[in-house]
């Protein structure tokens, strides 16, 4: 069952855009950015983008944290994975990552915001409608693989599936 799994999610992540999604997790807190431009502007997420041909996973994720607020992540690990569509149309794949400290001053710029917020106390208004049915699982540092549709006019979802992968492990 494992092998078939792993076998499905590599050919669903040969078919999309890859990028990544950075949480910087420290004391309770999480450091989120308000995008300012593109895709989610005024929305609430983590910093990240897509990863260049050159980078792996989390070189990219680096990168994107350094560019979008100017710190560097210190030793990042890939959590999850979610596969993203938009009324049916495939999107994105996004490799979660999360780092629990970083080096370098905080700075705004012009694509981002960051802020840190209460873990217990989120933004949910103001993050992607998919966001509340992951990120307790990356909090509680389990691993997991989450497909999901989004009705990208009124941001709800259309469907979704998540599995814990380190129950199956």
Known sequence: MKNILISFLLLLVSMSVKSTLCYIIKNDKVLLIEKKRGLGSGKWNGPGGKIEDNETVLQGAVREVEEEIGVTPI???IIGFNKFSFDDKPFMDVFVVVANDFKGKL????????Q???IANLPWNNMWCDDPYW???MFNNRKFVG????NKKENKLNYHHITVLDELC
Do not use: G, R, S, V
Request: glycine share 0%.
């Open 107 to 114: 700075q705004e710029t012009d694509e981002a915001k960051p």
């Open 116 to 118: 840190w917020f209460d």
């Open 135 to 137: 990120m307790h699982l």
């Open 75 to 77: 030793n990042p690990k």
């Open 147 to 150: 497909i999901y549709d989004i």
